[in-house]
């Protein structure tokens, strides 16, 4: 059971049956004392959910975020932007400050490149999903990745320039 082809899962009834299968395994070589065999086990459980993490295309992206406003921030903090994900490419960001800046993205070889109004510098991204959201690490800089902590279909506030008193 161990080593169960992963790319019949599908034909197995999908995912649920498949780590069914696998936790059942799991729970007869616990209970038979053979710890080495466990921790193998466990280390084939983890594979199927590290394969999965892979990189979006653009056109993966943009059926994914197309129509939404997703909120971004750290892992297990309040977000601290929005991006707006609106049709041909365009988006509309902010700081959630009530001040917004239009802009567009685009790929380039493996990632999706932002462009802003206010700044021709080209932030450019990897996206992949996880856990129901998606993750985003910027460029080649080894900074914390920034992770989707919610969604909306609503649009996002922007108050327009220099507005109030």
Sequence with gaps: MVGTNTSNIKNRGGVAPYFADRLATAFVIWHKGSMKQLIILAGCLMLPHAASAQTLSVEEFEAYVLGKTLFYGAEGE???GAEQYLPNRRVRWSFLDGRCLEGEY???DEQICFVY?????????TFETRGGGLVATIG???TSPLYEITNSTDRLMCLGPDVGV
């Design 78 to 80: 309040d977000p601290y």
């Design 106 to 108: 685009y790929q380039q």
């Design 117 to 125: 109004e206010d700044d021709p510098t080209t932030h450019c991204w």
């Design 140 to 142: 080649d800089e080894e």
